[in-house]
């Protein structure tokens, strides 16, 4: 089945550090894949997403490639601030209907 | 309007109570969802309505039905709830094409006592 592997966390940084959160997949298909944030006490919000192989996704700063041959999406961020401190999920989409596959979720804590 | 509105935004309820979770879309969405999630967890799906008609129930327990009284609505009625179900509950729609994204309600913190 269908599945999504983030980088453990959380992942604590200064502010203006690059960041970078791991995400892998496996999919049958072609998925559509996503990165969503979560900020406390919120819903889940799209941050940025990619179709099909090769296409990045970009938002706010944040960017991710969607890598076939490495199976993996990996958000990136040349310089974080603290108001991006949040959950970040990868999530897998489209290869049944009505349903996303997230990763288990990374916390980001950015300091001053 | 790109908002997904869920409500209440908290509720405590005891196990023998009956309550309803509400949700509204008016982005012409055909595609409405529930999902639950748990502290520190990713959501997990539990009901699926495409143009009003249930397409997936992912073998969630019968305390929980849903209900989709037109295509901008989607209710979660909630009896004999336990402890354990104490949860956020989301909301979200789409456009129906499985391969688009989905919006998210800011979701019920919900506590069974």
């Known amino acids: 089945g269908d599945s999504v592997t983030q980088m453990e966390g959380p992942v604590t940084l200064s502010e203006e550090a690059f960041l970078t959160i791991n995400c892998t997949y496996t999919?049958?298909?072609?998925?559509?894949l996503f990165w969503y944030v979560q900020y406390p006490g919120e819903g889940l919000q799209l941050l940025l997403k990619?179709?099909?192989?090769?296409d990045k996704g970009s938002n706010k700063g944040f960017e991710a490639t969607y890598r076939k041959e490495t199976t993996s999406f990996h958000l990136e961020k040349g310089s974080v601030q603290v108001s991006d401190s949040a959950v970040y999920f990868c999530?897998?989409?489209?290869?049944?209907?009505?349903?996303?596959?997230f990763g288990q979720g990374t916390i980001l804590t950015v300091h001053p | 309007d790109t908002e997904v509105t869920q409500t209440p935004k908290h509720l405590v309820m005891g196990m023998t109570n009956k309550k309803s979770l509400k949700c509204e879309q008016h982005?012409?969405?055909?595609?409405m969802y529930w999902y639950k999630q748990k502290a520190k967890k990713p959501p997990e799906l539990m009901f699926v309505?495409?143009?009003?008609?249930?397409?997936i129930n992912e073998s969630v327990p019968s305390r929980f039905s849903p209900e989709c009284p037109n295509s901008s609505l989607l209710n979660l009625h909630l009896h004999a709830l336990q402890p354990e179900d104490s949860a956020l509950y989301l909301c979200?729609?789409?456009?129906?094409?499985?391969?688009?994204?989905?919006?998210f309600g800011s979701g019920t913190q919900l506590s069974v006592l």
């Open positions: 979200a729609s789409s456009q129906g094409d499985m391969r688009e994204k989905l919006f």
């Open positions: 999919a049958t298909g072609y998925p559509s």
């Open positions: 990619a179709t099909k192989a090769d």
């Open positions: 999530a897998l989409g489209g290869t049944s209907y009505g349903k996303l596959t």
């Open positions: 982005m012409g969405h055909r595609a």
């Open positions: 309505y495409s143009y009003e008609k249930l397409s």
